[in-house]
């Protein structure tokens, strides 16, 4: 303290402002999809959530047909078929449960975040509303980190006592999305040969053209054509600097037809040379649990890999919200609640709060060959 005067040491503190030092990465993924927390009011429903009456549930598979009817010659009697397989996929939805306790006695004695000591948060309340905002961030997060697993086709887990810490490899346990192989790293999806046949890091590949083969694979698949792509900032530049789509995209014009950022490590695009497919590009991270020994700062998309999927839809996927039964305190309402669900009761000796979110909801991937996750850099 020395060189400080008096009146510098009596004076009294003053507090600038509330700031953070790690943004919101973000809901791009879930959003997308149509199943992020933003989806889910009652306002404003995407139609791609289904509510389920508990964790554990199945859903049939029975898939319409390309084929043609038999053709007879006529005064012929009817040619005998055999019925539509019909297959059955079994789940079970994760459940997130927390709780922050709070104490009257730190409530009431509080100023107001970001302001100075002379402004006090009349029972904490500006303090209690940051502390439910904290706890919704995080179930946002699981659905965001949920989505990116669909995307790579997995995800793992390992047990610890009553926690279950998710990751995207390495875990005791694996949930797969039964993805086929040929949609996976360089996409021979047809059995052809792999469409990814050369290095997008190479700026000669034609890169149009892989994304049109892309495409009618995944015709040809499923019935449902590409619409959306989505990679991180460092594959994007790949686009960027591609001999094929600088040059279909004109001398005089930007490689891109139209570019949109929409927040801290994301934005979207979409190419001259491939007006039909929209870029998602997405850079932010989460802390995820390594499959081993610790959480790890990991991004969502990964270098090098492009995710390709038709418009999301109930048709080939959904976001499927379990429920369970929820008390709130001791003497509080009971009820059955699906998806996410936030509540506080009262607690006593000390008096306080219990800030309290459930979540009970995973996403379902009816039809797994509808993406097409590509490792762009054999």
Request: proline letters at 6%; charged letters at 20%; glycine letters at 8%.
């Amino acid at each position: 303290m020395a060189g400080r005067s008096v009146q510098e040491l009596m004076a009294p503190e003053v507090i600038l402002r509330e700031v953070s030092r790690v943004q919101l990465p973000g809901t791009v993924l879930s959003d997308l999809f149509g199943w992020g927390l933003a989806a889910r009011d009652p306002d404003n429903q995407s139609g791609n959530m289904v509510d389920y009456p508990l964790r554990d549930g199945s859903y049939d598979v029975f898939n319409r047909t390309r084929q043609l009817a038999t053709a007879t010659v006529p005064g012929t009697p009817n040619v005998n078929v055999k019925p539509q397989k019909v297959g059955r996929v079994r789940f079970t939805i994760p459940r997130m449960a927390e709780q922050i306790p709070l104490t009257d006695e730190d409530l009431v004695n509080r100023r107001q975040i970001g302001q100075a000591v002379t402004v006090v948060d009349s029972m904490g309340e500006n303090y209690i509303m940051r502390q439910k905002r904290y706890l919704a961030e995080k179930v946002a997060n699981t659905i965001e980190f949920q989505t990116a697993a669909l995307m790579r086709g997995s995800y793992t887990f390992d047990q610890e006592g009553d926690e279950l810490r998710q990751a995207f490899s390495g875990g005791q346990d694996t949930v797969d999305f039964q993805i086929p192989a040929g949609n996976k790293n360089q996409l021979d999806m047809l059995g052809a040969g792999a469409i990814i046949g050369a290095s997008w890091a190479t700026s000669s590949t034609d890169i149009p053209y892989d994304c049109y083969q892309v495409n009618d694979a995944m015709n040809a698949l499923t019935g449902l054509g590409i619409e959306h792509a989505i990679c991180d900032s460092f594959t994007f530049q790949y686009c960027l600097n591609n001999d094929k789509i600088k040059a279909q995209a004109g001398t005089s014009n930007t490689p891109f037809q139209s570019y949109e950022r929409s927040g801290p490590g994301r934005f979207t695009a979409v190419l001259r040379a491939i007006p039909w497919l929209q870029w998602h590009i997405v850079d932010y991270s989460l802390d995820i649990w390594d499959g081993s020994t610790s959480f790890a700062t990991t991004k969502l998309v990964q270098d090098d890999q492009v995710t390709f999927i038709p418009q999301p839809s109930p048709a080939w996927c959904q976001y499927l919200n379990g429920g369970e039964v929820i008390a709130e305190g001791p003497a509080g309402p009971r009820a059955f609640r699906n998806g996410f669900y936030a509540y506080g009761y009262q607690t006593w000796n000390p008096s306080g709060w219990n800030l309290c979110s459930n979540h009970n909801g995973f996403p379902a991937l009816y039809v797994p060959a509808a993406i097409a996750n590509a490792d762009v850099t054999p």
